[in-house]
C-alpha cells in the first residue's frame, strides 16, 4: 500500500553502536555532484572498531566508479579510512560502511554515489528509483511508466537524493516526481500511473466533452498562480537539516541555488509585475536538469491558465482518467491571444464519477492548444506527406 510506512533500520540492530536510535540513510544517484562538503550524516555502528554505516544497502564499489568523500565535524577528513560497499552487518544484512583506523571527530558525514539496480549499475532516472523503493505488490501501468523513463531520459533528467527518515510511500512518491514537474495516481485499474510535464508532440485525446451534454461549473484564473521567474534550490545538505525535521528545509540547506534571472519570462513580467516563485529540487542535484526544470517551469506558469470545473451528463467519457486530454468549450472565456476557448484541449486533473446519474465532474486545466493541436498547432508551417500544408484552424464542431 502506498500510505505505508517506509522504515529506514536503525543502529539499534548493532550492540555496539553509539546511539541506538539513529537511522541507516538510503542513498540514490551521484551524491558527490555540486557537493561542497557532506550531504548525509554516518552513524556509529562500533564505538571500538571506529565502523560508520554509510548507506543501508550496498553502494557503487570505487572500482565501479565511485567516489568517497568523508568528513569529519564538516572537514574533509585527512584520516585513514577503508570503505566496504557491502558489508554484511549484524542483522545479516548488507550494508556499506567506513572503517577508521583511529577515532574520527564526530559528526561523521559522506558524499558518494548510492544504490545498484540488478545489473550493478547505477540508479539515476526517477522513474527507476521509484520502482525500486516500491513493493513488489505494486502494480504499474506500463505504458506510463515506459513513457515517463523515456521522458526523463530525453530531458536529462538525472535523480539524486537520500531517504533520511521514515515516511510514507506516498510522500516519497510525490517528493520524486514534483521534483522534476510530474504527477502520478492510481487509475481505474488500479495501476499506478507515472507523467512527467512534456512537450507533447501529438495530444492522446482520450474523450470530447459534447456542448450539448454538459454544463460549465465555474472558469478560474489566478493572478498567485502566476510564477514568470523561479529561484531553485537544489543539491540538498542532509547533514544540515534538523534530526527532527521541525523547521524542515531552508534555503541554506542547498549547496547550490539559481535566482531564475536567465530564464524568467520578460513579457509576462511587464505585464504583471516579477511573480517570482522558488522552487525546491529535493530530488537532483545536476546543474543542466535543474535550468531545464526551471525553464519549463516558467513557460508553464509565467501566464495565467484557465481552470474549469464541467459536469458531463453522458455516459460515453466513462473510460476517461485523471491526466488524460480532453477536447472541451468554454466559448464564453478567451486565451491570452483572444480566441474563444473553442475545441481546447485541456488536461483532467480531477475527475468524479457518479455512475448512479450517469454524470462526470471535472476539473480541466487548460493546455493552452486547440484540436487537433502539436506545438506547431498545424500554423501552416508544415507539410503533410504529400506537401499539402496544415490549416492553421481549430475543428469548430467537434464538441457540437
Same mark, same amino acid.
Given at each position: 500500500m502506498l500510505t505505508d510506512l517506509y522504515t529506514l533500520p536503525t543502529t539499534a540492530n548493532y550492540p555496539n553502536a553509539a546511539q541506538q536510535n539513529d537511522v541507516l540513510p538510503v542513498l540514490y544517484g551521484d551524491l558527490t555532484e555540486n557537493s561542497g562538503g557532506g550531504v548525509t550524516n554516518c552513524p556509529c555502528l562500533y564505538v571500538d572498531a571506529h565502523i560508520y554505516g554509510i548507506a543501508a544497502h550496498e553502494i557503487l564499489s570505487a572500482g565501479a566508479g565511485n567516489e568517497f568523500y568523508v568528513y569529519e565535524n564538516g572537514v574533509l577528513t585527512e584520516k585513514s579510512y577503508e570503505v566496504n560497499p557491502a558489508y554484511t552487518g549484524d542483522a545479516g544484512d548488507v550494508i556499506a560502511i567506513v572503517t577508521f583506523l583511529e577515532a574520527p571527530d564526530e559528526p561523521v558525514s559522506i558524499a558518494c554515489k548510492g544504490k545498484l539496480d540488478a545489473d550493478g549499475n547505477l540508479i539515476t532516472n526517477p522513474v527507476d528509483v521509484i520502482i525500486d523503493l516500491l513493493t513488489d505488490d505494486t502494480t504499474f501501468d506500463p505504458t506510463t511508466v515506459a513513457k515517463a523513463r523515456q521522458t526523463a531520459d530525453d530531458l536529462g533528467y538525472t535523480c539524486a537524493g537520500a531517504i533520511v527518515q521514515d515516511t510514507t510511500f506516498a510522500v516519497l512518491l510525490t517528493q520524486i516526481m514534483s521534483t522534476f514537474l510530474g504527477d502520478w495516481y492510481i487509475n481505474g485499474d !488500479?495501476?499506478?500511473v507515472l507523467a512527467f510535464d512534456s512537450e507533447e508532440t501529438i495530444y492522446q485525446v482520450s474523450g470530447f466533452l459534447k456542448r450539448s451534454r454538459c454544463e460549465w461549473q465555474r472558469a478560474t484564473r489566478r493572478l498567485e498562480n502566476i510564477a514568470n521567474q523561479i529561484q531553485v534550490n537544489y543539491a540538498v545538505a542532509f547533514v544540515t537539516i534538523d534530526k527532527r525535521f521541525s523547521k524542515g528545509f531552508r534555503a541554506d540547506n542547498y549547496y547550490m541555488t539559481d535566482d531564475g534571472d536567465s530564464t524568467k519570462d520578460i513579457a509576462s513580467q511587464n505585464v504583471y509585475g516579477t511573480r517570482l516563485a522558488p522552487l525546491?529540487?529535493?530530488?537532483?542535484?545536476?546543474?543542466?536538469?535543474a535550468q531545464v526544470i526551471q525553464a519549463r517551469a516558467v513557460e508553464k506558469f509565467a501566464n495565467p491558465i484557465w481552470l474549469v470545473d464541467i459536469t458531463?451528463?453522458?455516459?460515453?467519457?466513462?473510460?476517461?482518467? !485523471?491526466g488524460d486530454f480532453v477536447v472541451f468549450d468554454c466559448p464564453f472565456l478567451r486565451d491570452e491571444s483572444g480566441e474563444k476557448l473553442q475545441a481546447q484541449i485541456g488536461r483532467v486533473i480531477e475527475i468524479e464519477k457518479d455512475l448512479d446519474n450517469l454524470t462526470i465532474s471535472y476539473k480541466l486545466q487548460d493546455t493552452g492548444r486547440f484540436f487537433p493541436a502539436s506545438p506547431i498547432q498545424y500554423n501552416g508551417d508544415h507539410t503533410y506527406g504529400d506537401g499539402s500544408y496544415y490549416g492553421g484552424q481549430r475543428f469548430r464542431d467537434v464538441t457540437a
Open positions: !488500479k495501476a499506478l525546491e529540487l529535493n530530488w537532483t542535484r545536476n546543474t543542466t536538469a458531463g451528463h453522458s455516459p460515453y467519457n466513462m473510460m476517461v482518467e !485523471k
